[in-house]
């Protein structure tokens, strides 16, 4: 089998093998679990229980105004009753409105409670009917970004759709969840790429892993022959690097193609969608299971016990049990939802899961080391690492002038901001983070210029 990949990237060390080849484990229920409303890309949701109400596992308790296109419900994940709805710390830094259900112990260990739909046949059904299954189980993306998957999986009529890519690729330092759903969930997620492929109407699939995960292509191959539904599925190993498992990365390394400036997957003829969200796909059919847990890796150096669990949405992190969460609080310096490279640094341990947490990484401080900046030396390294090939030296430079113009035209909104360049730089340039805040500071700018709407007429006396 070929090995392919994309130019640029970097090597950072995968630390995988604290957690790697572990099973996934199903935690218990916790006592209570604090939900945001709002877990997914795109326009907010309003919760729709109150303070006092019961409510059961695959419940609805919010969704968007209207039920908008670009809006995904969000369901409890534990049978129990609304204790509090309140503003509550997310892990994207920022806070957020969540709903804190507290559970039934009796209910704990009872499926039959379970308020799931009924199962739907997702090779029968209609495309309609499949989309709104899709939304109704309030899917988004799993991989991190938490777009809506319903409306991924709809492109508009001139935007044809030929390949589909499972994303395996799973690139980022510590993290194994995903290798662990692709060697123990293999044939339901082949069973959910099957469902994603009759949906957009293709023939060819691809899952994506990197060449440090060969071992499972045996096991992929027999899932496919056995949940493949006759399509065209095939694995492709990639080159262990990094960002490899970014979509605009995967689809240049498996097609040739590249997605344009400005431009989306569709735009290069591709859907990508991660293994998770695959998995939870399958059992949105299968099971009529809303999303309501997932599975992520828990680890770092700080972690005693590096694992791969499977939790309730909502689960705070603080709240797992000792032989789940066993830290050296001695030597935790950071804690990271996510991984090094693009996670987010959260302040304490009181930060629920939520449907885009792929892992959390506990970190010591020899692995968190803060360097002083030097000046820049016009090496050159970010131009070669950039996975998008753009030019962060320039666009740091526009920046620090203050022309976000400039930095504009250069290309900092196509930046994915994947850390790359600032962890090759030998002189320790946070480029990253200030294009984070480039892009807001420009966004900001244009949002501000934009005519005000007239003000209606007041009547006449």
Do not use: W
Not at 237 to 266: C, D, R
Not at 418 to 437: E, K
Request: net charge neutral; hydrophobic share 40%; proline share 7%.
């Amino acid at each position: 089998m070929s090995i392919k990949t994309f130019k640029g990237g970097i090597h950072p060390p995968v630390r995988k093998e604290a957690s790697e080849g572990k099973a996934i484990e199903r935690i218990p229920a916790p006592k209570q679990v604090v939900i945001p409303i709002n877990q997914h890309f795109g326009a907010p949701n309003q919760s729709i229980v109150a303070v006092g109400d019961t409510v059961r596992r695959g419940q609805k308790i919010a969704e968007g105004k209207a039920g908008g296109p670009m809006t995904v419900p969000v369901h409890a994940s534990i049978t129990g009753t609304v204790k509090k709805i309140e503003v509550r710390a997310q892990s994207n830094n920022t806070d957020g409105i969540c709903v804190i259900i507290e559970t039934d112990p009796a209910a704990a260990e009872d499926s039959s409670s379970d308020a799931f739909m009924q199962p739907l046949d997702g090779f029968s059904c209609t495309k309609d009917e499949a989309l709104a299954r899709i939304r109704e189980a309030g899917i988004v993306g799993m991989g991190g970004a938490g777009f809506p998957a319903h409306v991924k999986l709809a492109p508009p009529p001139n935007k044809p759709i030929d390949l589909v890519i499972a994303n395996g690729a799973e690139c980022e330092p510590y993290l194994t969840i995903d290798e662990a759903t692709l060697d123990e969930e293999g044939p339901t997620v082949v069973e959910g790429l099957a469902i994603v492929m009759r949906i957009v109407g293709v023939k060819k699939g691809v899952i994506a892993i990197e060449e440090n995960k060969k071992g499972a292509v045996a096991g992929l191959n027999a899932a496919i022959a056995s949940s493949g539904r006759g399509y065209d599925i095939t694995v492709q190993l990639l080159k262990t690097k990094y960002p490899q498992g970014g979509e605009k990365m995967l689809i240049t390394a498996i097609t040739g193609k590249e997605v344009p400036s400005g431009g989306l997957p569709m735009d290069a003829g591709c859907v990508v969608q991660n293994v998770g969200t695959l998995k939870a796909i399958a059992e949105a059919f299968s099971e009529g299971k809303p999303l309501i847990e997932r599975g992520l890796t828990v680890t770092g150096g700080a972690c005693k016990t590096p694992k791969n669990i499977l939790a309730p949405i909502g689960t705070v992190i603080g709240d797992l049990p000792a032989e789940v969460l066993d830290l050296d609080r001695d030597t935790l310096r950071k804690i990271v939802f996510g991984g090094p490279m693009m996670g987010v640094a959260v302040p304490h341990l009181n930060i629920p899961v939520q449907k885009n947490t792929s892992g959390v990484t506990f970190m010591t401080a020899a692995e968190t080391v803060a360097k002083e900046e030097g000046p820049c030396i016009r090496c050159a390294r970010c131009l070669r690492g950039c996975s998008c090939r753009l030019s962060p030296v320039l666009m740091n430079n526009a920046l620090e002038s203050g022309d976000l113009e400039r930095a504009a035209d250069i290309g900092l909104l196509d930046c994915i901001e994947c850390g790359g360049c600032s962890y090759i730089c030998p002189s320790n340039i946070q480029l990253v983070q200030r294009f984070r805040v480039g892009k807001q500071l420009l966004r900001a700018k244009r949002a501000a210029a934009q005519p005000k709407p007239a003000a209606p007429a007041k009547a006449q006396a």
